[in-house]
């Protein structure tokens, strides 16, 4: 069997923060930022990191990109000790963190692209061809020569992940890739990152709070929260184990006095003029629901709404925490 490209056991990292008592006195308190994360993904994986505010997923990531040193565990990436061996590991890893660029500010893209190849030694023709490839799949064309201060954000996304990944890395790293960005640049994020995870050479760690990201691109979902993995596996497995339910909204053409009782159906809320029925399901299918319905009433219209990711997560967090004392 392979290596796993990474492979962290019981990763941990603290921060000490100063905090003030009363008035004159102050202390400190250690912060478990990451406090025991295992995690392995295999070569060509695509991983959902996902979790709360303030769960661990930014600290994980630097620590998986040798931005900081862990606290304690094992970690390695590409067979490589992120941190001690950090100039090695940049050749193999292609990082997009929303807050910083690795795109030069007064360059237009194409001459960053260029100082890029120069600074990871790329051979010209592996350049050219990931070059060429971004530029069709992410529509780069139309801004190319623009400098870079002045492309819009769905713009300067397009040229970060080219960035990421033109010295070829066999990871990339991508810190919510799709915030903030317009409806063409998302899609197009979107479709590139489920092409290049088909592709099947490059690994892919994502963290989102993006439900559309999640259910287009995540086999996998790895939930972090409060510095710990609390769900390892896929989104339904997510949604059966802590039961987030998918709403049907059903209009209808006129008020319906008693709608009818279905199993695995519950009547959430009723709309003020009685048109607009929300039911909360239990079970996979809206459709005993909608035969029943439509003997009582003219439906016009019907939605499943599924459940927020967020609200999942806010489940899996209640369902975790201690009763109350
Ligand atoms: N440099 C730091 N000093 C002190 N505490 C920190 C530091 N960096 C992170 N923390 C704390 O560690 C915890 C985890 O933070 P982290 O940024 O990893 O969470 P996150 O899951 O990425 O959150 P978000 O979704 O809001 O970005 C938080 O309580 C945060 O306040």
């Not at 023709?125 to 002045?150: I, K």
């Not at 070829?168 to 899609?187: N, W």
Request: glycine share 8%.
């Amino acid at each position: 069997m392979t290596e796993p490209v990474i492979d962290a056991r019981g990763l941990r990292r603290d921060f000490t923060v100063r905090t003030r008592i009363g008035r004159f006195r102050r202390g400190v308190r250690v912060v478990n930022a990451v406090a025991g994360v295992d995690l392995t993904v295999e070569r060509g994986e695509l991983i959902g990191y996902i979790g709360p505010n303030g769960a661990g997923k930014s600290t994980t990531m630097k620590m998986l990109t040798g931005v900081l040193t862990p606290s304690g565990g094992q970690l390695t990436v590409c067979g490589l000790r992120p941190v001690p061996q950090r100039v090695k590991l940049a050749a193999q890893i292609g990082v997009v963190f929303g807050q910083r660029s690795s795109l030069w500010w007064d360059l237009p893209l194409r001459d960053s692209f260029a100082l890029q190849r120069h600074l990871y030694r790329t051979p010209s023709a592996e350049h050219d061809t990931r070059l060429r490839r971004c530029r069709d799949l992410l529509d780069l064309d139309g801004f190319l020569d623009t400098p870079v201060r002045q492309l819009s954000l769905g713009q300067r996304m397009r040229g970060e992940l080219t960035a990421a990944l033109l010295h070829g890395p066999a990871v990339l790293f991508l810190d919510e890739p799709t915030i903030g960005l317009d409806v063409v640049s998302k899609r197009a994020v979107r479709g590139f990152l489920a092409d290049l995870a088909a592709a099947g050479d490059t690994t892919i760690v994502l963290t989102t709070h993006d439900l559309a990201d999640i259910e287009r691109l995540c086999r996998r979902l790895v939930v972090i929260d409060h510095g710990r993995v609390v769900h390892d596996g896929d989104i339904a497995a997510l949604h059966a184990r802590y039961g987030a339910r998918r709403q049907v909204v059903v209009d209808l053409a006129a008020p319906l006095a008693d709608p009818p009782t279905v199993a695995g159906a519950t009547l959430a809320t009723v709309g003020e003029d009685g048109l607009r029925l929300v039911f909360r399901l239990e079970t996979p299918s809206a459709g005993a629901l909608i035969t029943a319905l439509a003997q009582r009433a003219e439906i016009r219209d019907v939605s499943v709404v599924e459940p927020d990711i967020d609200d999942v997560v806010a489940r899996m967090y209640e369902a975790d925490r201690p009763p109350a004392q």
